[in-house]
Structures are given as structure tokens and as C-alpha cells.
């Protein structure tokens, strides 16, 4: 999950289901749609709780159903995406 800060049209903190993460962007799902060029700030955290804030910007907005969005973003910044695509926990040997 991540937590996204929409500035334009719909002012807010929207909670949505993170699909995908590279280092210039990242996809997710979202009950509320978003317009495209719009500004934004990504706050990511890890499984350890670390986290980033980034600034980016809405991309595209596809509607899967009335309820549900997916959405693309780009971040103004490359990221380092590793640090969010997998469970830091999973590399500690048992």
C-alpha cells in the first residue's frame, strides 16, 4: 500500500494497492480516478518501515469498473525500486 498526496482536482491522502514499482514510476490501483498531468507526492514505505517521499506525476488513469482505477505514475527523481519490490525479511537465512 502506499499513500498518495493528489494536489490537483481532488485534494487529499488517498490509500491505494501498489501494482508495480521501477525506479522512474510505479502503477497502482485506486478507488478514486485521477487526472493525468496532475502533480502528486508518493510516500513508500518498506517491510522494515523505512521510508521515501517522492514528487511525481500522473501519467494515465485507465477505469478497470465503476470502482476501481488503474493508474501509472511518474517520479520526478529515479528511485531505488529494490528497496520497495520485494520483502527486505526474505533475504534473512532461517
Known amino acids: ?3 498518495l498526496g493528489h494536489q490537483a482536482g481532488h485534494a487529499g491522502t ?3 494497492k501498489l501494482r508495480d514499482v521501477s525506479t522512474t514510476g510505479l502503477g497502482f490501483f485506486s478507488a ?3 487526472l ?3 502533480r502528486c507526492t508518493v510516500a513508500l514505505q518498506d517491510g522494515l518501515g523505512h521510508g521515501l ?3 511525481a506525476s500522473i501519467v494515465w488513469c485507465r477505469s478497470i469498473d465503476e470502482q476501481l482505477y488503474d493508474v501509472g505514475i511518474q517520479f520526478d527523481q ?3 525500486a529494490d ?3 520485494t520483502d527486505p ?3 534473512i537465512p532461517c
Open 36 to 38: 493525468p498531468k496532475s
Open 14 to 16: 488517498f490509500l491505494v
Open 53 to 55: 517521499v517522492v514528487a
Open 1 to 3: 500500500m502506499i499513500r
Open 32 to 34: 478514486k480516478d485521477f
Open 89 to 91: 525479511l526474505d533475504d
Open 78 to 80: 529515479p528511485i531505488h
Open 83 to 85: 528497496w520497495f519490490a
